[in-house]
């Protein structure tokens, strides 16, 4: 499914840099592939250490830890660069998906159409090397497609996070989203309260969000209503550099106290119900990852919300607004293949 790892352009950076031991971090999906470039570095004369903690993403970079084992470079497999401080040189080597996405755009051409002519397309890291492909099929096709750069959380125009939709918002009829799954076209739908259909280069198959989103919203009032009557929360804060955001964890401290509840700030690095029992919050709001109080809160026995929905809980709001995690401006497009990013 996905491309080989280029191993010699990999060794090539770490030879300009004078890496002589180095720290490879890699996703579930990619262990094998890890393990074949470290056989293949230390060949080469570069000691290599694999890391084995799970990895959640670019946000989630191992150059601490690097650091601590003295290495002289950090290799992350699998994800695009996200503009972080560093404390050692980063290679980012996003993981691009071999499947022809053309193929799976020419089979739903008639559902396309009905998202109207002037589209905005998005899709993931795996697929973004492909991104102007699907453009040009489009453009033969009479659509008009739009690509939105996005802000600095992203490497590419068009490229979409499952906690940054910055590339969609522009001006367009409809959204396009080419990948596989619900959370990144959900997320989009929610982020734009514009139509978006879903087309996976795997399968062929396409969904539209409309009824997946309305299901969703249900959901996540469900979960703020079981927090109506919660005096005491605890507001957790990642220490993850890409989910760092203690400032918004301070603003919804504050708005709680604001409104007469008892409020605690925790810092965690594995977010999870079953770290935190022996607490005696009533409720949780957790300001990291937006995935984590909407992909896990069944698991959770307390109600679990995101920064956006304690707003709409003490009557801030009340439209459904998705929680998200925005950088700053995009200063330029980071290349497709691996890049080096130095410590800062």
Not at 33 to 38: C, K, N, Q, T, V
Not at 176 to 192: Q, R
Request: aromatic share 8%; glycine share 8%.
């Amino acid at each position: 499914m996905l491309h080989e790892v280029p191993k010699g352009d990999i060794l090539k950076t770490l030879n300009s840099i004078n890496a002589k031991r180095v720290l490879i971090q890699s996703p579930e999906g990619l262990r094998k592939e890890a393990e074949e470039l470290a056989e293949f570095l230390e060949e080469n004369g570069i000691e290599v250490i694999l890391y084995g903690e799970i990895n959640y993403g670019a946000c989630d970079p191992a150059d601490h830890e690097a650091k601590v084992l003295g290495c002289d470079a950090l290799i992350h497999l699998g994800h695009s660069y996200m503009k972080l401080s560093l404390e050692v040189p980063t290679i980012f080597v996003p993981a691009f998906a071999k499947v022809n996405v053309v193929e799976a755009l020419e089979k739903n051409i008639e559902e396309i159409k009905k998202l109207g002519k002037k589209i905005i397309v998005t899709t993931t890291a795996q697929h973004i090397h492909q991104i102007d492909k699907a453009v040009a099929f489009l453009k033969e096709n009479g659509f008009e497609p739009v690509i939105g750069k996005g802000d600095s959380r992203v490497s590419w125009p068009g490229q979409v996070l499952g906690c940054n939709f910055s590339a969609a918002k522009v001006e367009g009829d409809g959204i396009l989203f080419i990948g596989s799954g619900t959370f990144h076209p959900l997320g989009l739908a929610l982020a734009t309260r514009k139509k978006v259909l879903a087309v996976n280069p795997y399968s062929g198959d396409y969904i539209w969000v409309d009824e997946i989103a309305d299901r969703f919203i249900r959901k996540r009032w469900a979960q703020i209503a079981k927090a109506i009557e919660a005096e005491y929360f605890g507001v957790i804060v990642s220490i993850k550099k890409g989910q760092l955001r203690i400032a918004e964890a301070k603003r919804v401290a504050r708005l709680l106290r604001e409104h007469g509840k008892k409020v605690k700030i925790l810092a965690m690095n594995e977010i999870n119900y079953t770290k935190l029992e022996g607490f005696g919050f009533d409720a949780y709001v957790v300001v990291a990852c937006p995935r984590v109080p909407i992909d896990d809160y069944e698991s959770w026995r307390k109600p679990v919300l995101t920064p956006k929905e304690v707003e709409l809980l003490l009557g801030l709001k009340e439209e459904y607004e998705f929680d998200e995690i925005l950088g700053g401006r995009r200063e330029k497009d980071e290349p497709l293949g691996i890049s080096l990013h130095k410590a800062r």
